[in-house]
């Protein structure tokens, strides 16, 4: 029987309500359910593993490894309306919300009641935190408080067959058994639905000094790393390195974008630290950077004397759209491809070396695109070739990972595999391994119905 079938979606119909099943071709081909509860959820799937109609689950679609992309013949399951955050454990510093929640929101929320929630990313507006969970999302904060993985305290998930595997305590501390939520996180909706989270929270910042800092030499770079996190006793959360390419089209005449410091250094890096006296920190971050200077680990920097200076400058490290709005990258005229990987520091130098190496030359108008979170170990590299010999967009991602296969790195760092991916998992991962990803796949998901064909 299609999934089409008017019986199918009636009974769909039935267990959603008015408007719970649509369809919109701009989140692909078929129908959408969208379900209000967990109960629906598992309603659901006992209809869709009947019928043998396999569902991909999506929130708010930034993925971009194709993780939520729907042939026709799948029903998509979007988590919009679930999107509440159900309440705030002041004592115990947690918060619980459902999948569709805008992580935005949920950071909102959580600094009214003096909290902050770190996970950060460009897309925060509209990613949701079941796709942060699905993916094991990263961002900028990770040097710090480390990924969603370390977010996450609890988590309720539907399986194919309905079966709702119950949140846990909010206890960060539980060593009974099996933690299944980990194999959750980082599924990307392969092993089922997740529906509902408990999350962490910290204390909120008080301080935050922020600067954008010109480095002439990569081994300056890392000694500058382990300098700021040395001298400010904990307090670094964030390390963002930007290559020249990157910075100097990021901050050129037809962006919106001033460079805070000159053109002309091969390494940028917007260093953030938050504390809990913003005085007496902007001092002690003044302080550190003058040592760093006179150590020659920094050849300019522009500290942030304000909010307003602090944000304009992480909006040239968020805005990434700017390569394509301003003409840097035009994917109808030239081959491009965006990778996210990540391997030792100390092979980064090398890496960037040897993929630029493999391009046509700068005289072509072809570009390699780095910028990353230096402090984890994960670059963002958008090699984009012009010329009537450039290599195709396939060819570019192989030159990227054959070279991150040499330095034992990972093909995803932490935007997942998806279709876009999958041929290369076997790059990094051993075979070993991927049969035991399988294995347990088949346990979860017997018939083949949570998100088919990603991943693997």
């Known amino acids: 029987m299609s999934i089409y079938s008017s ?14 099943v649509i369809e919109d071709p701009s989140r692909g081909p078929g129908p959408i359910v969208r379900p209000r509860s967990t109960e629906e959820v598992s309603e659901i799937m006992k209809v869709c593993t009947e019928h043998k109609v396999p569902v991909v689950t999506f929130g708010g679609n930034t993925g971009l490894v194709q993780g939520t992309r729907r042939n026709g013949d799948e029903l998509g399951l979007s988590m919009e309306r679930m999107a509440a955050i159900e309440g705030i454990d002041v004592a115990g510093r947690t918060m619980t919300v459902q999948a569709g929640a805008v992580l935005q929101r949920v950071q909102e929320t959580a600094e009214e009641s003096g909290f902050l929630y770190p996970l950060d990313l460009g897309g925060r507006g509209t990613a949701t935190i079941g796709g942060n969970i699905s993916t094991n999302a990263g961002g900028n904060r990770v040097i710090r408080y480390g990924m969603t993985r370390d977010q ?175 003409g840097f990258i035009d994917v109808k005229n030239l081959s491009f491809y965006s990778s996210d990987v990540s391997m030792p520091i100390n092979d980064m130098e090398d890496f960037v070396k040897e993929i630029t190496a493999e391009m046509p030359g700068k005289e072509s108008g072809s570009h390699v695109f780095v910028f990353g979170h230096l402090g984890d170990g994960n670059l963002h590299v958008n090699p984009c070739a012009q010329g009537p010999d450039r290599p195709s967009p396939k060819e570019l991602g192989e030159i990227i990972y054959r070279a991150v296969r040499k330095r034992g790195g990972s093909i995803s760092a932490e935007h997942g595999i998806g279709l876009k991916r999958k041929e290369y998992l076997d790059w990094t991962r051993t075979e070993t391994e991927i049969e035991l990803m399988r294995r347990i796949k088949a346990v979860f998901d017997p018939d083949n119905l949570m998100n088919p064909g990603k991943i693997f």
């Open 7 to 20: 019986e199918f979606l009636q009974r769909l119909t039935d267990i959603t309500g008015n408007n719970g």
């Open 152 to 326: 996450i305290l609890a988590l309720e998930m539907v399986l194919a067959d309905g079966t709702i595997i119950p949140m846990q305590g909010p206890a960060i501390k539980n060593n009974t058994g099996y933690d299944l939520k980990h194999l959750a996180i980082g599924g990307e909706g392969t092993l089922g639905v997740v529906t509902r989270a408990i999350l962490r929270m910290r204390t909120f910042p008080v301080s935050q000094a922020c600067a954008w800092v010109a480095v002439n030499d990569f081994d300056s770079l890392t000694k500058l790393l382990s300098f700021i996190d040395r001298e400010s006793s904990g307090t670094l959360s964030s390390f963002e390195v930007m290559w020249s390419d990157y910075y100097e089209a990021m901050t050129g005449d037809s962006t919106p974008y001033k460079p805070p410091v000159p053109h002309g250094h091969p390494l940028y890096v917007l260093i953030e630290l938050q504390g809990g006296n913003q005085e007496r920190d902007q001092v002690r971050f003044e302080e550190i950077m003058v040592a760093a200077y006179e150590q020659q680990l920094v050849a300019d920097a522009a500290i942030a004397q304000s909010e307003g200076e602090r944000m304009a400058m992480w909006d040239i490290r968020d805005d990434v759209n700017q390569l394509f709005e301003n």
